[in-house]
């Protein structure tokens, strides 16, 4: 799919998941791809990303916006908010995409893309969709808005008859799904493809046997298994990759076979495909304000969105931050039973702080080993729910290696996790980094769970 795509995703709660464009989480039909489309610079906060999007609503004529219609794409009225939506984006370089959408009676539609005139991008009138009317973007139509999306990759190499790499497959799930689980369906299909088939296509073999063998093959495993949304492959061409077939080629926002991505630094977990499964998650951060006219009413809503890798550095990079916040000395010190002392609420005021202050991260807490076991010490989130008190015991295991490795150093769990958070499914990526008290001993660790919860 397309940076646009993700964006029709993200705003269209999540529901075009097959827009010509790969979402920045995996590589991008048209520019988007596993890394980021463009390497993350800054990550905006939920206030920045509303604000954003107030900022270039109230630079659009809402009038003139309003009287667009289907073919107006090369008038004057068109041009000049095509153009100030793309000056707005190169003013700001944290964003990544920018439209506008309007309601059409029940539904929602694509007034004005940024990247109209690009592959992929969006005509007026496209993106038609009649929305959920609970869908929590929607309340862009009346004031600024944000929220935040993720997405889970899973690659795997498409190999000839003679062993050698021609490609990758590219797999795309629809909410939670375990890394082992993705990787496995990313071998099962890649294993169904003739790589020697795909590496012979070239552009404008879509209506030939050998590609619709191929699509049909996609299609087929996708309604096979559920739980995936988008399934398509890609070859490197290059220093660039570019997309070979597409299981949702010939809808109306398929890729065609050599539509490109230029790799970035980002794409380490999606080159990896190449030669063996990976997966990874990715994550955007949408901001929404509506477009009014001179009368002051809602006409459409102005939306944009950012990048926001979450990748096994980021986590760790997180973990080691929110380690140097604390005080270890202060730490080491508390016992069962000083959950109301002032050195405990500075310490669960500081991970909250951190918390606040980082999109994404949904649960920090600090540990500490004892003699046999581990125990929390201070939880971000003690005195709601069921928040471990001090001394709340966890006796490792053989899998928690990573978790182990975070008294000493900096680590992070290598995949992605289900788990429960506000009776919504989440994926979860853990980072560790040590606590160290003021002679630099270390007392325990801090831990970063940064996820996202999953609208469906």
Not at 1 to 9: A, E, G, Q, R, Y
Not at 259 to 279: I, K, Q, S
Not at 326 to 348: F, H, R, S, V
Request: with cysteine; net charge negative.
């Amino acid at each position: 799919m397309t940076v646009k795509n993700i964006l029709i995703v993200a705003i269209v709660a999540l529901i075009v998941v097959a827009a010509g464009i790969m979402i920045a989480f995996a590589p991008g039909e048209t520019e988007p791809t596993p890394g980021t489309i463009v390497p993350a610079q800054k990550v905006l906060t939920p206030d920045e990303a509303k604000a954003l999007a107030a900022e270039i609503a109230g630079q659009i004529d809402g009038d003139a916006l309003a009287a667009l219609k289907p073919g107006d794409e090369n008038t004057s009225a068109y041009t000049a908010i095509h153009d100030r939506l793309n000056a707005f984006r190169s003013e700001h370089p944290d964003i990544v995409y920018i439209m506008t959408m309007r309601r059409t009676g029940d539904a929602i539609e694509q007034v004005v893309d940024a990247d109209y005139g690009s592959p992929g991008g969006y005509a007026i009138g496209d993106g038609h969709y009649v929305p959920n009317p609970e869908a929590p973007y929607l309340t862009g139509f009346d004031k600024p808005f944000a929220e935040i999306y993720s997405a889970v990759y899973g690659y795997a190499p498409v190999r000839n008859a003679a062993g050698a790499g021609v490609g990758v497959v590219c797999l795309k799930p629809d909410g939670p799904v375990g890394q082992e689980r993705l990787e496995a369906l990313a071998v099962e299909i890649a294993g169904e493809i003739d790589g020697d088939a795909m590496a012979a296509l070239k552009p404008g073999d879509e209506s030939t046997p050998a590609y619709i063998a191929i699509r049909d093959r996609l299609v087929a495993f996708r309604t096979a298994n559920p739980e995936l949304t988008y399934v398509y492959t890609m070859r490197k061409a290059g220093n660039v990759t570019e997309h070979v077939v597409d299981a949702d080629y010939g809808n109306e926002d398929g890729v065609a076979i050599g539509e490109g991505y230029t790799l970035t630094d980002d794409d380490n977990v999606f080159l990896a495909g190449f030669e063996e499964p990976t997966a990874e998650i990715y994550s955007l951060i949408c901001g929404y304000a509506p477009i009014t006219n001179a009368a002051g009413a809602s006409v459409g809503m102005a939306a944009i969105e950012a990048w926001n890798p979450v990748t096994e550095e980021r986590v760790k990079a997180l973990a080691v931050e929110a380690a140097g916040e604390i005080d270890g000395t202060a730490m080491a010190a508390l016992k069962p039973g000083d959950e109301t002392t002032p050195a405990y609420t500075a310490i669960q005021d500081r991970l909250s702080a951190f918390r606040d202050a980082n999109p994404g991260v949904i649960y920090v807490y600090t540990m500490r080993k004892t003699e046999n076991a581990t125990e929390y010490v201070v939880d971000a989130d003690y005195g709601n729910g069921y928040a471990p008190e001090i001394g709340y015991t966890y006796v490792p295991t053989e899998e928690d290696a990573a978790f182990l490795a975070g008294f000493e150093g900096p680590s992070a769990e290598p995949g992605f996790y289900v788990d429960e958070w506000g009776n919504k499914p989440a994926t979860v990526l853990s980072g560790y980094a040590p606590v160290r008290d003021a002679a630099g001993a270390v007392v325990g660790l801090v831990g970063v769970d940064v996820g996202f919860v999953h609208q469906s």
